[in-house]
C-alpha cells in the first residue's frame, strides 16, 4: 500500500475573523508529483507555508512522513526542500558560491555542489554571478538549493512564474527528471491548469480556501470527456429513442441532442437509424471540454467533485 508523505487533517487557517484555509485534507502519495492548483489568493502559498512550518496552523494536524509536525519538526524538515514564492540568492556572488554558503551552513559536504547544479543544468554557469542569470536559471539555482540536503520531498511554490515558454519547459522538464531518476515526492503549486497536466500524476485543486478536488490526474482528465452534439429534425423523437437505446442523451433544444461519448461505429450506427427513422441530420460534431475549461467550471462555481 503506497503510503502518503503529506497528509493534513481539517487543515485551518484563520486571519482575524476571514478564513483563508478551511478544513483541508490533503493526501500526496509517496513518488507522486502532486499538482496543488488553485486561482490567485485561494490559499496556496498559505497551506504551503503551514505545511513548512513557517506560519502556524489555527486549527487542525500536519504529518509528514506519517510523522507530526508538532514535535518533529527538525527532522521532517531535514528531509524537505522548499522553493516558495522567489528563490533567494546573493546577486553578487556565483551560482557555486551561494550554494557553498549553503552546504557550510548546514554542514554539508562540498561535493554536493557540483552534483546539484549539474542536475539542474546550471554546471556550466557556475561562476557566473547570479545577478547575470537569466530568470530561468535563477530559478533553477533556486531549486539546486532545495536540493542541497538529498531531500525525500521537495515543495516547489509557483516554480515558472514570470518565465517565458522556454524558461518554462525547462522547469517542467527538470521536475519530471527529479521524480523519475531520484524518486522525489513534489508538491508543486501553480494556477495554471496547462502547466500541471504535463507533469502531475496527482492533482488537487483548492478554492476560497477549500479543496474542491483530489485525485489522480487521470481520473481528472475523465471529467473532460467529449459529448457528440447532433443538430437533427425531430430531435424529441430521436431523444426518445435514444433512450430506448439506453444510451445517455440530453434534449438541448428542438433541433439538437447532446450524447456521452461514443465509439466511431457505434455513432455511425446510431446516425443511420436516426436517417433510416426520417431525421434529416443537420450536423454531427464531438466536442470535448478541456482540462482548463473545468477548472474554470470548477473554480467559478466553487462545486465539488
Known sequence: MIKNIVETIQLTKMYKKKCSVTELNLKIPEGSIYGFLGPNGAGKTTTIRMILGLIKPTEGEIKIFEKKLIGNRDFILGQTGSLVESPSYYGHLTGYKNLEILTTMLGLPKSRIDEKLKLVGLETE??????????????????????????????LDEPTNGLDPSGIQEIRNLIKELSQKSGITILISSHLLSEVNQIATHVGIINNGQLIYQDTLTNLQRQGESKLHIELSKAKEAFLYLKECHLNADLVSEEKIVLDSISKNKTAEIIEQLVFNKHSIYSVTEVRKSLEDLFLTLTQKGDLL
Do not use: E
Open 126 to 155: 557556475k561562476n557566473k554571478l547570479v545577478k547575470n542569470y537569466s530568470l530561468g536559471m535563477k530559478q533553477r539555482l533556486g531549486i539546486a538549493a532545495a536540493l542541497i540536503n538529498n531531500p525525500k520531498l521537495l515543495i
